[in-house]
T-cell receptor
Framework: RKEVEQDPGPFNVPEGATVAFNCTYS??????FFWYRQDCRKEPKLLMS???SGNEDGRFTAQLNRASQYISLLIRDSKLSDSATYLC??????????FGKGTRLHILP | DARVTQTPRHKVTEMGQEVTMRCQPI?????VFWYRQTMMQGLELLAY????????DSGMPKDRFSAEMPDATLATLKIQPSEPRDSAVYFC?????????????FGSGTRLTVV
C-alpha cells in the first residue's frame, strides 16, 4: 500500500457546485496533515492544516478520520479560481513529509 | 513575505555534466527538504535536513546525487553525472520542527532539462 493515496481525477465540476476529495494514508503513527494546492508550473502552497476535530476556512472544510486513516477536503460554492491540483500531505513523527500525487480539479464555467 | 529562494530557476545541460541547485531557506527554519516532481511520479522526497544534519536521504540515488547544507542559509543538491531521466522540477522547502501546524514553504523550483 502506498504511503499516501489520492484519486488523481480530474474532477470536472460546474462553478458553484460542492466537491470533495479524500486521501488515505498507511502510517497510523502519522502526526500532522495538510492540504496543499499547486497551480500549473508553480510550487505547492499550503491551503490548510487538518486538525483532529476538523476545521473550516471560508469555503473549505478539512476532516481527519484517524480510525479509517483518511483525510478529506470539501470545497463549497466552487470558483473558477479553485481549478488546481490538490495535494494531500502527511507528516510522520520524524517530520518526514509525504505528498500524495494530487487530485486535479477543473471548475467549469 | 518570507520566502524560500532557489537558483537557478531553469537549467539545461548535457548528459554527463554536473548540475548544482541551490536553496536559501527561510531565516529561522531548521528543517529543509529536497523534492523532485515529474508528471509520472508526482512529488518525491529526495532528502531532508534538520539543523543542517541529514535525517533521511533514502529517496535519493546515491551514486549520482548528493545533498548538503554547508551553513544554515544554504542547501545544495548536486547531480554528477546528470542523465536525461533526471529531467524534472526540483523543489526545496523549509519549515520549523515543532511548528508543523504552520506547514512548510516551497521555493519556486529549479526546472532541470538534461539533453
Amino acid at each position: 500500500r502506498k504511503e499516501v493515496e489520492q484519486d488523481p481525477g480530474p474532477f470536472n465540476v460546474p462553478e458553484g457546485a460542492t466537491v470533495a476529495f479524500n486521501c488515505t494514508y498507511s502510517n497510523s503513527a502519522s502526526q500532522s496533515f495538510f492540504w496543499y494546492r499547486q497551480d500549473c508550473r508553480k510550487e505547492p502552497k499550503l491551503l490548510m492544516s487538518v486538525y483532529s476535530s476538523g476545521n473550516e476556512d471560508g469555503r473549505f472544510t478539512a476532516q481527519l478520520n484517524r480510525a479509517s486513516q483518511y483525510i478529506s477536503l470539501l470545497i463549497r460554492d466552487s470558483k473558477l479560481s479553485d481549478s488546481a491540483t490538490y495535494l494531500c500531505v502527511v507528516v510522520s513523527s520524524g517530520d518526514k513529509i509525504i505528498f500524495g500525487k494530487g487530485t486535479r480539479l477543473h471548475i467549469l464555467p | 513575505d518570507a520566502r524560500v529562494t532557489q537558483t537557478p530557476r531553469h537549467k539545461v545541460t548535457e548528459m554527463g555534466q554536473e548540475v548544482t541547485m541551490r536553496c536559501q531557506p527561510i531565516l529561522g527554519h531548521n528543517t529543509v527538504f529536497w523534492y523532485r516532481q515529474t508528471m509520472m511520479q508526482g512529488l518525491e522526497l529526495l532528502a531532508y535536513f534538520r539543523n543542517r544534519a541529514p535525517l533521511d536521504d533514502s529517496g535519493m540515488p546515491k551514486d549520482r546525487f548528493s545533498a548538503e547544507m554547508p551553513d544554515a542559509t544554504l542547501a545544495t543538491l548536486k547531480i554528477q553525472p546528470s542523465e536525461p531521466r533526471d529531467s524534472a522540477v526540483y523543489f526545496c522547502a523549509s519549515g520549523h520542527h515543532g511548528q508543523t501546524l504552520y506547514g512548510y514553504t516551497f521555493g519556486s523550483g529549479t526546472r532541470l532539462t538534461v539533453v
